[in-house]
Nanobody, 125 residues
Framework: QVQLAESGGGSVQAGGSLRLSCESS??????????MGWFRQAPGKEREGVAT???????RYADFVQGRFTITKDNAWKTLYLQLNSLKPEDTAMYYC?????????????????WGQGTQVTVAS
């Protein structure tokens, strides 16, 4: 099972930016990683998909992203990033990194088997 470690969360004012990172414990270029993604969970709400990236670099974003966030990865599949721009108070949540061996790479929680511990993002109005 892969270990995932998120970092980069913090507190910002509305309109600000953050860059989240996720380090994977798998060896570089591991064929076991075919999809990674970012999810978030606000207090009292269900965990929801934010963005995913597939082995071929194709990406998916939730509708609420509206062009404000960008998911990227390094070529070795060791580090996943999420650039958060134009942050809003409603973006406040714990952000989780996830990975899976499947090619499916959807935005559903059930599409992923491996999860990090999360990094907190707080956006003040």
């Amino acid at each position: 099972q892969v270990q995932l470690a998120e970092s980069g969360g913090g507190s910002v004012q509305a309109g600000g930016s953050l860059r989240l990172s996720c380090e994977s414990s798998r060896p570089p270029y591991s064929p076991s990683t075919r999809c990674m993604g970012w999810f978030r969970q606000a207090p009292g709400k269900e965990r929801e998909g934010v963005a995913t990236i597939n082995y071929d670099g194709s990406t998916r974003y939730a509708d609420f992203v509206q062009g404000r966030f960008t998911i990227t990865k390094d070529n070795a599949w060791k580090t996943l990033y999420l650039q958060l721009n134009s942050l809003k108070p409603e973006d406040t949540a714990m952000y989780y990194c996830a990975a899976d061996r499947s090619f499916q790479c959807g935005l559903m929680v059930t599409d992923f088997t491996d999860w990090g511990q999360g990094t907190q993002v707080t956006v003040a109005s």
